[in-house]
């Protein structure tokens, strides 16, 4: 059920993983992810991946092509993974759960697209270099949990076709994006808008009974529905002009 790599471990071919399988990278040092994970079908593709015993996985490794897997993707606390400059995204179909640090790539195309949930705890650091985070689930609401302050996206975009996504913490994103026919809930939490970070609503935003804080330097786009209800939404220091579209607001 498991493949652990150890401490000067490696394999020479790529394995075939189950469906319930888990890769786990176990070198208490840098490695650079090889051929146990090199392939997005079949062999060398695995199905959930941990990272942990304060190891730092490189997933690029001198690649840009895209990863994936079909599973969760874990990084325990003191342990950490990067993309480095992949020009490829990250596909994870189920959740990604971050306890220890996790760098975006610094490359245009390294984005993360995520099918389940999104977990950060208390622990975890999250380094976004203006990638996307982009949730994606086809069925059912996607839920974003976290519990480290200061969490940050760089590009945050919800395309869930299925019953949208629900926000259950604080989080800042630097541009935020509902898709056409998508939705998102902030409920009872708060976004908050990065000074300069536009936002575009082409699909619903509910705000429920959450606070949205949005600051002047961007735009704010509703050409979707943006409702309301008994939210706070708090634009700071911001001039009418910078809102394009029907938006409630408080005005600082």
Do not use: C
């Amino acid at each position: 059920n498991q493949l652990e790599l150890k401490a000067g471990g490696f394999v020479s071919a790529a394995p075939n993983y189950g469906s319930s399988s888990t890769l786990i990278y176990n070198t208490g040092a840098a490695y650079g992810r090889s051929n146990e994970w090199n392939a997005t079908s079949g062999a060398g593709f695995p199905a959930n991946v941990q990272i942990t015993g304060g190891t730092t996985l490189d997933i690029s490794n001198g690649s840009n092509t895209s990863r994936a897997i079909s599973g969760n993707f874990t990084v325990d606390n003191g342990s950490s993974a990067t993309m480095s400059s992949m020009t490829g995204n990250l596909t994870i179909p189920g959740n990604f759960t971050l306890n220890g640090g996790f760098t975006q790539s610094s490359a245009a195309g390294g984005d993360i697209v995520l099918a389940g949930n999104w977990n950060s705890g208390a622990t975890a650091s999250f380094t976004h270099n203006n990638r996307d985070v982009r949730f994606n689930g086809t069925s059912g609401t996607q839920t974003i949990a976290n519990t480290a302050s200061g969490l940050e996206f760089g590009y945050l975009t919800i395309d869930n076709t299925g019953t949208g996504v629900d926000l259950l913490n604080t989080i800042t994103a630097n541009t935020f994006r509902v898709n056409a026919s998508r939705t998102f809930n902030l409920t009872s939490d708060k976004i908050i808008i990065a000074p300069g970070g536009d936002v575009l609503i082409n699909g619903t935003f509910n705000a429920n009974t959450g606070t949205l804080e949005y600051t002047d330097g961007g735009t704010f786009t509703n050409n979707g529905t943006f409702s309301r209800g008994t939210s706070t939404i708090d634009f700071l220091g911001t001039s009418p002009g910078s809102v394009v579209g029907t938006v409630q607001t408080n005005f600082h």
